[in-house]
Nanobody, 126 residues
Framework: QLQLVESGGGLVQAVGSLRPSCAAS????????MGWFRQAPGKQREFVAA????????YYSDSVKGRFTISRDNAKNTVYLQMNSLKPEDTAVYYC???????????????????WGQGTQVTVSS
């Protein structure tokens, strides 16, 4: 069992930065691949970024590539999402998720993730 709690969202002006984090409970955190997803009002939840248990095999959606960076600290059971050059269209609830290493790193389907956090709101004003 793994519990995930996001924090670090907030309100920021366009071109600003935020760094949400996701703290996990459970001794097996370091064995899970982690992902960040987001859901804007009226839209489906979509993939943002993911890495594997070691912090490698990193993938980003095209919409955030070059602006966002996913990282993790297994000693702290935490995964981060550094978000730079934020745009109003980045406004959404951001969720972290964890899955066992059973899938290809390039498989970003939501259904492959076993555990989800409650989400943190990110609002970017123009």
């Amino acid at each position: 069992q793994l519990q995930l709690v996001e924090s670090g969202g907030g309100l920021v002006q366009a071109v600003g930065s935020l760094r949400p984090s996701c703290a996990a409970s459970g001794r097996t955190f370091s064995t899970y691949a982690m992902g960040w997803f987001r859901q804007a009002p009226g839209k489906q939840r979509e993939f943002v970024a993911a890495n594997d248990w070691s912090g490698g095999s990193i993938y980003y959606s095209d919409s955030v590539k070059g602006r966002f960076t996913i990282s993790r600290d297994n000693a702290k059971n935490t995964v981060y999402l550094q978000m730079n050059s934020l745009k109003p269209e980045d406004t959404a609830v951001y969720y972290c998720a964890a899955r066992r290493p059973l899938y290809s790193s390039s498989d970003h389907r939501l259904t492959t993730y076993d555990y989800w956090g409650q989400g943190t709101q990110v609002t970017v004003s123009s």
